[in-house]
């Protein structure tokens, strides 16, 4: 695997550091960006960045994916002390706390924002999300003719027994709406390749957080559940607390942040307990 890759949204001053989970940059919603600037002072923040164009990102399983995550931070003598997960992110975030705990003898405080589990029918929503902005631009019949070409790939690969054709197939269909646009409004090539790249990017990282099986989480021990307003939690989860406000809002609430704030802190390092001493080293 090639190297990690993380966006900095604070800067520590010591060997914490708390690590948020979502696709970052690039929607009209709040980002863990807007979290952290209502957040007060306290350990680093870091988001891995999740970028297909580094040839890798499907190549590994999302548990050797998020371990080489704590693996790279222990190369720089970073402690794991808390852990974030927005949407789709919240499956890949939990993964990540339970390498912590296996690694570090300690499970990180973990808070998952508006938690979603990614199958076929939330990664076709996502495709038509992204082209729905097209249609007034594109044909119908070629609109059509795209979105039955993804939800074959989708269909075809249920099992996500061949990621890597997926994210393909699905990125194909994106491509075609996004030249025929193009072509359309006089748009460059360069722009429309980059937004093609972004597309597979965010495509990979909904395909790699769906190889994760997570269960309802324990909300009584070490994980929290945020919810915005209407949000639909997978079957069996609870929230620990629903904010009255728009789930494109939650991250940049106060209120949320000042809830972080209480469940992290200031991501104050619990070490594991001392190993037991062997009877045979004993006086």
């Known amino acids: 695997m090639t190297g990690v890759r993380w966006r900095e949204l604070r800067t520590g001053t010591d060997d914490r550091t708390i690590v948020a989970v979502d696709f970052g940059p690039g929607r009209r919603a709040a980002s863990f960006a807007d979290l952290v600037r209502e957040l007060g002072p306290g350990p680093a923040v870091r988001e891995p960045v999740f970028d297909q164009r580094n040839g890798d990102l499907l190549e590994h399983a999302a548990a050797e994916y998020v371990a080489a995550w704590l693996d790279d931070l222990r190369k720089q003598d970073l402690h794991v002390v808390g852990v974030l997960g927005y949407c789709a ?4 975030a939990s993964a990540f706390a339970d390498i912590c705990a296996e690694r570090q003898g300690t499970r990180p405080p973990v808070v998952l924002f508006d938690p979603q589990l990614i199958d076929g029918a939330a990664l ?6 992204a082209v729905e902005s097209f249609a ?6 070629r609109m059509a003719e795209a979105r039955a070409l993804a ?9 996500l027994g061949d990621p890597v054709a997926l994210v393909s197939a699905v990125g194909a269909a994106y491509e075609r ?3 025929w646009a193009a072509e359309l409004l006089g748009v460059e090539d360069d722009l429309t390749d980059q937004m093609t790249a972004h597309f597979r990017s965010y495509l990979s990282y909904l395909v790699l957080a769906a190889q994760v099986v997570a269960a309802p989480p324990d909300t009584s021990a070490d994980t929290v559940v ?7 939690l997978p079957p069996g989860w609870h929230a620990s607390s629903v904010f009255p406000v728009a789930r494109e809002n939650l991250l940049a609430d106060p209120r949320v942040a000042d809830a972080v704030e209480q469940i992290i802190g200031g991501g104050t390092r619990v070490d594991p307990p001392p190993a037991p001493i062997a009877e045979s080293a004993r006086s």
């Not at 007034?136 to 019949?141: D, G, I, L």
Request: charged content about 15%; proline content about 3%.
């Open 136 to 141: 007034e631009v594109t044909e119908p019949t």
């Open 226 to 232: 945020l919810a915005s307003a209407g949000h639909q």
């Open 89 to 92: 992110g919240s499956s890949l």
């Open 124 to 129: 076709y929503a996502n495709f038509e999300s």
């Open 151 to 159: 939800r074959a790939a989708i269909s075809a690969n249920r099992a």
């Open 177 to 179: 709406v996004v030249h």
